[in-house]
C-alpha cells in the first residue's frame, strides 16, 4: 500500500482548551506549564499538518454568562494571532444567551475581533440544532458572511441528522460545515441523505467511522468540494496517537486532485484569505 503525499494538510477542526465531558478519568488534570503555541506547532510538525482552524473548546464554564463567552472569543483571536499556521479562528455565542447579547457579540467578533467563523456544539450549549434561536443565529451569521460550523456527534440526540436538514432547508444561502458527522455507522448512511439533498451542508471528516471506506464513497457520489479534512483535535493533550483519518485518506484510491480538495482547497473555499497565507508558508522566510 502506497501512502500518497499532497501540497498541504490543513486541520479545519481543532480546539482549543480543555476536553471535560463529565467522566472522572475525562477531566482535567494539573499539568506543566507550558506554551500552548509551541505545543500545537509540535503536534502539527509531528503528523506533517501544515496549518489548520483553531476554535474554543465548548464545554467552557459560564457563570457570568456572556462576559464568558467574550473572554473565550477574545483568547481564540488572540492565540490565532500568535501563528501564521492558524489560518483561520472560529469563535461562538450561546443561544441562550438571548438574540440581542449575541448580536452584539457577533458584530464585536467580526468588527474588532476578525474572527473568521462561528462555531457550536449545540449538547453543550443547552440547545438542539433545530431549536428556533439556533435558526436566528444562522441567520445573523450569514449576514456577516461567516461560515457556520455545527457538530453533528453521533451519540448526542441533540444534534441528530434531521435538525441539519431543518437548518439547510430553512438557510438555503448559509454555509454549514457538519462536524464529526462520519462518527458512526449509522450516521453515515443520513450524511449521504443529506448530502444529496442539500447543497449547502459541507461535512469535516474528524472521527470517521472507516469501515466499508466512506469517504471514497461519499467523494464518487458527490465529490471533493463538500469535504474537508478535520481530525476534532486538542493539542494538549493531543487526542489521539495518530490521525487515522488522514493515514485513511492517503492509503484512498482518490484521484490527487481529490485529495488536495479534501485535504487544503475545499478549506480556501470556505477561507479565501487562507490561499495567501499557505503561499506565504511555501516562501522561505528570507525571501519575504
Excluded: K
Excluded at 494571532?81 to 449575541?102: D, K, Q
Excluded at 453521533?154 to 430553512?170: I, V
Excluded at 444529496?196 to 471528516?205: A, E, G, K, V
Amino acid at each position: 500500500m502506497t501512502r500518497r503525499t499532497v501540497r498541504h494538510v490543513v486541520d479545519t477542526h481543532h480546539h482549543v482548551g480543555t476536553l471535560s465531558i463529565g467522566a472522572a478519568e475525562e477531566r482535567p488534570t494539573a499539568s506543566v506549564s507550558r506554551d500552548h503555541v509551541d505545543t500545537h506547532h509540535a503536534m502539527l510538525d509531528r503528523f506533517g499538518m501544515t496549518a489548520c482552524a483553531v476554535m474554543p473548546g465548548l464545554q467552557y464554564e459560564r457563570p457570568h454568562g456572556i462576559v464568558n463567552t467574550r473572554e473565550v472569543n477574545d483568547a481564540i483571536a488572540a492565540y490565532r494571532n500568535r501563528s501564521p499556521r492558524f489560518l483561520a479562528a472560529l469563535g461562538t455565542v450561546e443561544p441562550l444567551h438571548g438574540l440581542a447579547l449575541c448580536r452584539a457579540e457577533l458584530d464585536r467578533m467580526v468588527d474588532e475581533l476578525g474572527l473568521d467563523g462561528v462555531v457550536w456544539h449545540t449538547r453543550y450549549q443547552g440547545v438542539a440544532v433545530s431549536d428556533q434561536r439556533m435558526h436566528a443565529l444562522v441567520d445573523e451569521a450569514t449576514a456577516r458572511g461567516l461560515p457556520c460550523y455545527v457538530h453533528m456527534f453521533a451519540e448526542s440526540n441533540l444534534e441528530a441528522p434531521w435538525m441539519f436538514a431543518d437548518l439547510a432547508r430553512n438557510h438555503p444561502d448559509a454555509t454549514i460545515v457538519a462536524l464529526d458527522a462520519f462518527s458512526a455507522s449509522t450516521q453515515i448512511q443520513y450524511v449521504m441523505d443529506l448530502a444529496d439533498r442539500f447543497d449547502n451542508i459541507l461535512f469535516d471528516t474528524a472521527i470517521c467511522f472507516p469501515l466499508l471506506r466512506p469517504l471514497d464513497t461519499f467523494v464518487t457520489r458527490f465529490g471533493s468540494e463538500r469535504l474537508m479534512f478535520g481530525t476534532d483535535s486538542y493539542a494538549d493533550p493531543v487526542s489521539y496517537n495518530v490521525p487515522a483519518v488522514m493515514e485513511e485518506l492517503l492509503a484512498s484510491e482518490m484521484d490527487a486532485e481529490h485529495l488536495e480538495n479534501v485535504f487544503w482547497r475545499t478549506f480556501c473555499r470556505v477561507f479565501p484569505a487562507a490561499d495567501q497565507a499557505l503561499r506565504a508558508l511555501d516562501t522561505p522566510e528570507e525571501n519575504l
